[in-house]
């Protein structure tokens, strides 16, 4: 006999199944019977190995082992429990709020991912010595290179770590001892590479400017202009503390034409927004992750011609973020560290749909997104806090209605399905953000606009 047991829709599983018969079609049975036509809404609890192996076979969106350990552990199911404990360990991962809830996520990373980049994350095990991995990184590379437009000339160093780790290795390799690095700071993220700057021991000058508008460029050229012994300048293009775009080829120019290098934090904007190589860009950061729809886990630093030769020039102050080292990679395909292959996978596959659609497309799939938002922000009268023609085409930063606190907004919207980001810094009791990178659907953005107005009618009365 089969056992079945009906879970509300919201939850990520519909159909429980206890199954006496260790066999995938009982479960395809079990499905018709109970009219649920997708197995990845299943789950299946197992007295046995065999039990756990049918479940597999089938495609069971959970396999939840009860009984022998030792037996099961072989097996591999998802989770091991007690009999005892079942119904509350159920809960806590499949259950209405449980942690595998599918949530829409508009915070500005980490992304939604498709299917496909997790299913690579999950493939086969496979040594970073072997030429299973150098095809996996030659790949990347060929793609990040079409992407962005350039040739072999621009070395990249993959990375396993975040978008930070990338940044820092790129400011230690972009300083002459001696030398200052020029940052811009109008926002948290200029303050973070300020502060990489501080404990690598690089002297750094901030130019500061407002955290809701983009930096002004002529504060810049002052700061170039009284710093003789500039060496670098620091920019964040999307400052996603706010959601504004600095002006970046402006910028870059201004360090070209005063012969400093630059160090461009493209965490939250290469993919999507317009990025021009070809004058003053010497070192670009970015993540597998946010505009992209891979990963998390690696990021990744594009090196201009001058930027290599730079590297040369100065001694490495770190073993595990030696941009030197890294680079040496883009010809041997031999990484001086495990590397996180199943982010770098994910990417792999990220890549060929923003190669598919190209950036240009991309920026328009996420214009449509930001004016559902907009409309919607609109419709309730919510404020922004950048000028339209400063913001991105990913995030918006939103100014908290009167007596509604952010915990509060966060809480009923999570309960909702959906997950909106805190402010940062000055701003983190002013301000909610919501993002829209990643694989969102409008759809999602629709469905947002109706909890937030229900969520801010509930908070309000």
Same mark, same amino acid.
């Given at each position: 006999?089969?056992?079945?047991?009906?879970?509300?829709?919201?939850?990520?599983?519909?159909?429980?199944?206890?199954?006496?018969? %260790?066999?995938?079609? !009982?479960?395809?049975? +079990?499905? @018709?019977?109970?009219? $649920?036509?997708? /197995?990845?809404?299943? *789950? #299946?609890?197992?007295?046995?190995?065999?039990?756990?192996?049918?479940?597999?076979?089938?495609?069971?969106?959970?396999?939840?082992?009860?009984?022998?350990?030792?037996?099961?552990?072989?097996?591999?199911?998802?989770?091991?429990?007690?009999?005892?404990?079942?119904?509350?360990?159920?809960?806590?991962?499949?259950?209405?709020?449980?942690?595998?809830?599918?949530?829409?996520?508009?915070?500005?990373?980490?992304?939604?991912?498709?299917?496909?980049?997790?299913?690579?994350?999950?493939?086969?095990?496979?040594?970073?010595?072997?030429?299973?991995?150098?095809?996996?990184?030659?790949?990347?590379?060929?793609?990040?290179?079409?992407?962005?437009?350039?040739?072999?000339?621009?070395?990249?160093?993959?990375?396993?770590?975040?978008?930070?780790? %990338?940044?820092?290795? !790129?400011?230690?390799? +972009?300083? @002459?001892?001696?030398? $200052?690095?020029? /940052?811009?700071?109008? *926002? #948290?993220?200029?303050?973070?590479?300020?502060?990489?700057?501080?404990?690598?021991?690089?002297?750094?000058?901030?130019?500061?400017?407002?955290?809701?508008?983009?930096?002004?460029?002529?504060?810049?050229?002052?700061?170039?202009?009284?710093?003789?012994?500039?060496?670098?300048?620091?920019?964040?293009?999307?400052?996603?503390?706010?959601?504004?775009?600095?002006?970046?080829?402006?910028?870059?120019?201004?360090?070209?034409?005063?012969?400093?290098?630059?160090?461009?934090?493209?965490?939250?904007?290469?993919?999507?927004?317009?990025?021009?190589?070809?004058?003053?860009?010497?070192?670009?950061?970015?993540?597998?992750?946010?505009?992209?729809?891979?990963?998390?886990?690696?990021?990744?630093?594009?090196?201009?011609?001058?930027?290599?030769?730079?590297?040369?020039?100065?001694?490495?102050?770190?073993?595990?973020?030696?941009?030197?080292?890294?680079?040496?990679?883009?010809?041997?395909?031999?990484?001086?560290?495990?590397?996180?292959?199943?982010?770098?996978?994910?990417?792999?596959?990220?890549?060929?749909?923003?190669?598919?659609?190209?950036?240009?497309?991309?920026?328009?799939?996420?214009?449509?997104?930001?004016?559902?938002?907009?409309?919607?922000?609109?419709?309730?009268?919510?404020?922004?806090?950048?000028?339209?023609?400063?913001?991105?085409?990913?995030?918006?930063?939103?100014?908290?209605?009167?007596?509604?606190?952010?915990?509060?907004?966060?809480?009923?919207?999570?309960?909702?399905?959906?997950?909106?980001?805190?402010?940062?810094?000055?701003?983190?009791?002013?301000?909610?953000?919501?993002?829209?990178?990643?694989?969102?659907?409008?759809?999602?953005?629709?469905?947002?606009?109706?909890?937030?107005?229900?969520?801010?009618?509930?908070?309000?009365?």
């Amino acid at each position: 006999m089969t056992a079945t047991v009906d879970a509300p829709a919201a939850e990520p599983i519909e159909l429980w199944l206890e199954l006496d018969e %260790a066999h995938p079609y !009982a479960i395809f049975d +079990a499905m @018709r019977a109970a009219d $649920v036509a997708d /197995v990845r809404r299943v *789950g #299946v609890v197992c007295p046995t190995a065999a039990h756990v192996h049918a479940a597999r076979a089938a495609g069971a969106g959970a396999v939840v082992g009860v009984g022998d350990a030792d037996e099961l552990y072989a097996a591999a199911p998802d989770l091991l429990a007690d009999r005892e404990e079942l119904d509350g360990l159920l809960a806590s991962r499949w259950g209405p709020d449980g942690s595998q809830r599918r949530r829409v996520l508009l915070n500005p990373g980490p992304a939604l991912t498709s299917e496909a980049v997790k299913r690579a994350a999950a493939g086969v095990d496979i040594c970073h010595r072997e030429r299973e991995y150098v095809d996996l990184d030659r790949r990347i590379r060929s793609k990040l290179r079409r992407l962005a437009g350039l040739d072999e000339r621009w070395p990249i160093a993959l990375l396993s770590g975040t978008g930070t780790a %990338a940044n820092e290795a !790129a400011l230690r390799a +972009a300083v @002459r001892p001696g030398r $200052v690095l020029i /940052v811009v700071v109008n *926002g #948290v993220y200029g303050e973070r590479l300020t502060e990489s700057a501080r404990r690598a021991g690089i002297e750094a000058v901030a130019v500061e400017g407002s955290w809701m508008e983009p930096i002004d460029p002529d504060l810049v050229a002052a700061a170039l202009a009284a710093e003789p012994r500039a060496d670098a300048l620091a920019v964040v293009h999307h400052e996603t503390t706010t959601g504004l775009l600095n002006p970046l080829a402006e910028l870059t120019a201004l360090a070209e034409t005063n012969d400093v290098r630059t160090v461009v934090d493209a965490i939250s904007s290469f993919g999507v927004e317009e990025i021009t190589f070809d004058r003053g860009i010497d070192f670009l950061t970015c993540t597998s992750n946010k505009c992209l729809h891979g990963l998390p886990g690696a990021s990744f630093v594009f090196v201009s011609p001058a930027g290599s030769r730079r590297v040369h020039d100065v001694e490495p102050t770190s073993v595990a973020l030696d941009l030197g080292g890294y680079l040496e990679t883009d010809t041997t395909a031999v990484p001086p560290f495990t590397p996180a292959i199943p982010a770098l996978a994910s990417l792999d596959v990220a890549l060929d749909r923003v190669l598919a659609e190209g950036i240009d497309g991309r920026r328009r799939r996420y214009a449509h997104r930001c004016a559902v938002i907009d409309a919607a922000l609109d419709q309730l009268g919510l404020e922004q806090l950048v000028r339209m023609d400063a913001r991105s085409h990913s995030i918006r930063s939103v100014k908290l209605p009167h007596a509604v606190s952010f915990a509060a907004l966060h809480d009923v919207l999570r309960s909702s399905g959906f997950i909106v980001y805190a402010g940062q810094g000055t701003l983190a009791s002013e301000i909610f953000r919501v993002a829209c990178m990643g694989e969102l659907e409008l759809v999602d953005l629709e469905r947002f606009a109706v909890a937030l107005e229900r969520a801010l009618a509930e908070l309000r009365r």
